[in-house]
């Protein structure tokens, strides 16, 4: 009797328990959250801003639709140049920007994206992951309330298009151009008047003659903008970009008050579509290129004493700011020994192996 009283009233606690228990099961499932990110690119850019909507998707497949980050365009919340303050502000909980459109703030931004004659892709992405590059961006970012994460990269740009031919130093002077980051900087000096546009607001300001050149990012997008009709001029390569990262933005309040599956999900998608951007531009850039050269585009690739000169320039501006600019200093003291090294591993095997095979293929053809 004991013991079928004990089973009965065993049973009975767990029946008890089960009820009190299912309402603390609830509370301890995942919410739903809805955000907002604001891009600095326009929609047809579908690999810069296909990024933004891949890491959405990723995001909202992986936790069953209950978090749903919805995209917006350059323009549709905040201009393209503005996307930085919006996420720092709170006006949106996150943005896909790069951070070198925000050098008037700090030149350290451009650590992030590219520094002229730095690091190509591959060792932009060692130095994010390995060589602390990323604890010390998170350290910039964190100064304007927000949290980063890379979450694309171009590869190797192109120098851009121009409506006249560059073959000195001296067709810089009184150019008007639009291009991105610290270079602008290091070119005025030369006489290059720096412009800095959104992605959608170059093609009329070329049209117009509001500006005389402009760089964006290679023969895929540039097509798509559709420089090759402005400007007949095609340079390579963009040495002020062998490398453009484009990480998402997070307000940090925003960041903090996730859930940690849901950070890590994100932190996933993020460093997943870093790779995908950049698969998708090695893929189509080539033949873009191809096309654009059919269509008329001279290509030219910039002088080589000129690009000297610009190499020595950079590297003197860089002593510079770090001389006058403790956060850029504690950056670049970071940066620098990172970039001399990987230029020694890489001239070794990647650039013997590159060199051989390149030098090649233009014999056979």
Not at 164 to 177: A, P, Q, T
Not at 199 to 206: M, N, R
Not at 270 to 286: F, H, P, V
Not at 288 to 299: P, Y
Request: proline share 5%.
């Amino acid at each position: 009797m004991k013991r079928r009283a004990f089973l009965t009233s065993a049973g009975v606690g767990i029946a008890a328990a089960g009820t009190v228990a299912a309402p603390a099961i609830a509370q301890t499932s995942q919410p739903e959250i809805k955000w907002r990110m604001a891009s600095s690119y326009p929609k047809s850019l579908d690999t810069i801003y296909g990024a933004a909507e891949f890491i959405a998707k990723r995001v909202s497949d992986a936790t069953d639709g209950k978090f749903q980050i919805r995209t917006f365009a350059a323009g549709e919340i905040v201009p393209a140049l503005q996307v930085l303050d919006a996420v720092q502000n709170g006006t949106v909980e996150c943005g896909q920007s790069a951070a070198y459109f925000y050098v008037g703030k700090d030149p350290t931004f451009c650590f992030d994206t590219a520094m002229p004659f730095g690091l190509n892709t591959r060792q932009h992405i060692a130095w994010m992951m390995h060589g602390g590059g990323l604890e010390l961006m998170r350290e910039v970012f964190k100064d304007y309330n927000i949290h980063h994460i890379p979450a694309g990269n171009t590869g190797a740009q192109m120098g851009g298009w121009f409506r006249k031919e560059i073959k000195s130093l001296d067709d810089l002077k009184g150019l008007k151009m639009r291009i991105g980051g610290l270079v602008g900087q290091i070119l005025t000096p030369f006489g290059l008047v720096p412009q800095q546009l959104g992605g959608g607001d170059i093609y009329p300001a070329l049209e117009r003659g509001t500006i005389d050149a402009a760089e964006f990012v290679g023969p895929y997008d540039d097509e798509k903008l559709g420089f090759q009709k402005v400007a007949k001029y095609y340079y390579y390569p963009g040495w002020w970009e062998g490398s453009a990262q484009i990480p998402l933005m997070f307000n940090m309040q925003a960041w903090d008050s996730l859930p940690k599956s849901y950070q890590t999900i994100l932190e996933q998608a993020c460093w997943e579509a870093n790779s995908w951007m950049i698969a998708k531009y090695d893929t189509l850039n080539a033949a873009a290129l191809k096309r654009l050269v059919g269509a008329g585009a001279v290509l030219r690739p910039f002088p080589r004493d000129m690009m000297q000169a610009c190499e020595k320039a950079a590297f003197e501006f860089y002593e510079k700011l770090a001389a006058g600019n403790p956060r850029f200093k504690k950056v670049y003291d970071g940066w620098k020994p990172f970039l001399e090294q990987e230029r020694l591993w890489f001239r070794v095997a990647e650039n013997g192996f590159d060199s051989f095979v390149y030098s090649q293929a233009a014999q056979q053809r």
